[in-house]
């Protein structure tokens, strides 16, 4: 069966179950969302969490009586944080018939499955934060956490309300990492930060001390680190082992459970810029899910990227019931058209390019336990 029949008949099916004189074997017919995350590799943490919050969350769903009187189902496709792999998984995906997928974790994993889902008209959600996402204009795609560019607003004053004025920069050759890497040193300078130097490390490579041994001779006060978590334990262990006194501050992709594991004791005082923890989160609704999380895996989630992938879904759920339907032609306007959404995460809604607005950020200190603790700003600190 080629893609565009398959996807035309799941469709109507799915519409049909919703006219007058569906049959039996229509209103049957299951709901199908997706899942592109990397289920395995460096980011497995972060990818099975996002499968298993969409798991739980259809599964609490199902017991409602589903979507619309429809069952829902879950088709997980491994997209290892990858490009390659990331655009088999939309083509598996869309061959698949789902309404909507929830993902990818990277930046670049989402860039290349938006085309195949905005071909097909398969709702994309992602937590990819690069401002590339909603540079193209697909319709199909929503962001499920804030850009890359508020996240260097809020940095930058971060860096000034803190006193730092020498700054050094290091980031990945990934689209989300340099695109939030060259926001932050704009949004820095233009508050008169001299940012001594932009280095450049290759992801994995697991040796970053020959560029924090040039780093610490320029004697900046902060190291700043636009990556993943998986290399910024590495580079705060490192800083540490070479006597740097400078401070260490991540992007939100360094906020995760393994960074304090990877870091050791070396990860105590790190700063980390994200929107709220998991345990942070304010929300009776994000406290329910998070007790239920718990019940149902045994741990809590590793990141709130878990738990802002679930809105994504869970956004998609509300506007579907709202709406009585799953139709893309009617769905799609509908997301764009979300307006104070009361998330796990804090009440957002999406504009006119599937952009997220209403989202705070804070600044994390690690403890010498790996816990987080809110620093800045004030207001929001315990």
Avoid at 132 to 149: I, Q
Avoid at 153 to 161: D, I, L, N, R
Wanted: glycine share 10%; with cysteine; hydrophobic share 45%.
């Amino acid at each position: 069966m080629n893609q565009k029949f398959s996807r035309k008949l799941v469709y109507g099916l799915v519409a049909g179950a919703f006219g007058l004189g569906a049959g039996a074997a229509q209103a049957a017919t299951p709901i199908l969302i997706g899942v592109q995350a990397p289920i395995t590799g460096q980011y497995a943490n972060e990818g099975q969490g996002i499968a298993d919050a969409v798991k739980l969350l259809i599964k609490q769903q199902n017991a409602k009586g589903g979507l619309l009187g429809h069952k829902l189902e879950v088709k997980v496709c491994d997209d290892q944080g990858a490009a390659a792999p990331a655009a088999i998984c939309a083509r598996q995906l869309v061959n698949d018939g789902v309404l909507a997928v929830i993902g990818s974790y990277t930046s670049g994993a989402a860039l290349a499955a938006q085309p195949t889902y905005a071909r097909a008209n398969v709702i994309q959600t992602s937590d990819g934060t690069s401002d590339e996402l909603t540079a193209h204009g697909f319709k199909t795609f929503f962001r499920n956490a804030p850009p890359n560019s508020a996240e260097a607003v809020f940095t930058a004053g971060y860096f000034k309300a803190m006193g730092y004025k020498r700054v050094a920069v290091v980031t990945d050759h990934s689209s989300f990492s340099t695109g939030l890497a060259d926001a932050v040193v704009a949004d820095a300078k233009k508050g008169g930060i001299d940012i001594v130097d932009k280095a450049f490390i290759t992801a994995g490579s697991q040796n970053y001390t020959p560029v924090l041994t040039k780093l610490k001779a320029l004697n900046p006060q902060v190291v700043y680190f636009s990556g993943y978590y998986t290399d910024g334990g590495l580079i705060k262990a490192q800083m540490a082992q070479l006597g740097m006194k400078a401070k260490f501050v991540g992007g939100d992709a360094n906020q995760n459970v393994a960074f304090a594991k990877i870091a050791g004791s070396a990860a105590e005082g790190a700063t980390i810029i994200n929107v709220p923890a998991p345990q942070d989160l304010p929300y009776p609704v994000a406290k329910e899910f998070l007790a239920q999380f718990q019940t149902a895996y045994g741990h809590q989630p590793p990141s709130i990227f878990t738990l802002t992938n679930a809105d994504g879904l869970r956004a998609i759920l509300y506007t579907a019931e709202k709406i009585k339907s799953v139709e893309p032609a009617k769905l799609i306007p509908a997301l764009h058209e979300l307006h104070d959404f009361q998330g796990l995460t804090g009440t957002f809604s999406w504009n006119a390019v599937g952009e997220r607005t209403g989202s705070p950020y804070v600044a994390f200190e690690v403890s010498s336990s790996g816990a987080y603790k809110i620093t800045y700003p004030a207001a929001a600190a315990k």
